[in-house]
């Protein structure tokens, strides 16, 4: 079977960093994307790991260690605009299926 | 490029009645997705297609059914709504080159069946 777990909701800082954390358990493993969806809006790509080790983007960056089944999205420097949903998916097979966990809801405080 | 687009953007339903949703994109991808997303959780993958011609079930298939006649189409059919099918729909799609990992998300269609 397959399984991704990320915490619910967080809550920061504007200004602050904040890692949000995604373990899964998945077979024909093929990477892993980080997404970003405001309320009501469509999912928009953030981020793709697909070897172990760190991506950086600007103030986005995503960790992947595929030993411990184990990814996280650290953002830095908060702004208000970054309070969203927070979508982990892994990536099955050549047919590039997604399966999504649950999201994290995060809300940048002033 | 319009990129993914989806009609209608919001529809009500009665309990047994069918509809078609629509998805457009001009990306010429292979790669097209349809994903289902209930109130504070994940997107659930309903089916999807790796070229015209050929379509394949995801997590979710009960109640749906698709069609992939040409690379631009990927429609989304219910043929008995049910109150389970309430959800927001999103259709996506992606190229087949390495520069182009990455699913584009349609704007979502809203459903809701009473």
């Known amino acids: 079977g397959q399984n991704i777990d990320q915490p619910t909701e967080m809550t920061a800082t504007e200004g602050a960093i904040v890692q949000i954390n995604c373990t899964y358990q998945?077979?024909?493993?093929?990477?892993l994307f980080w997404y970003q969806q405001h309320a009501g809006e469509a999912p928009t790509f953030l981020s793709y790991n697909v070897l172990d080790g760190l991506e950086e983007k600007g103030r986005f960056s995503s960790f992947l260690s595929r030993s411990k089944g184990y990814s996280y999205l650290l953002l830095k420097e908060l702004q208000m605009k970054d309070s969203a949903s927070y979508l982990c998916a892994v990536r099955k097979g050549q047919g590039g299926k997604l399966i999504f966990g649950q999201g994290t809801e995060l809300s940048v405080k002033p | 490029n319009a990129g993914v687009t989806q009609t209608p953007k919001f529809r009500i339903l009665k309990i047994g009645q069918s509809m078609t949703l629509q998805c457009t994109q001009d990306m010429n991808h292979n790669y097209m997705y349809w994903y289902r997303q209930d109130p504070g959780m994940g997107l659930k993958l309903i089916y999807y297609s790796v070229g015209a011609g050929i379509t394949d079930k995801g997590e979710v298939p009960n109640g749906y059914n698709v069609s992939r006649s040409t690379t631009e189409d990927f429609p989304l059919r219910l043929e008995l709504a049910a109150p389970s099918q309430t959800s927001v729909y999103f259709c996506a799609s992606r190229g087949q080159s390495a520069e182009l990992e990455t699913q584009y998300f349609g704007p979502g269609t809203r459903l809701l069946v009473l």
């Open positions: 998945t077979s024909g493993f093929n990477g």
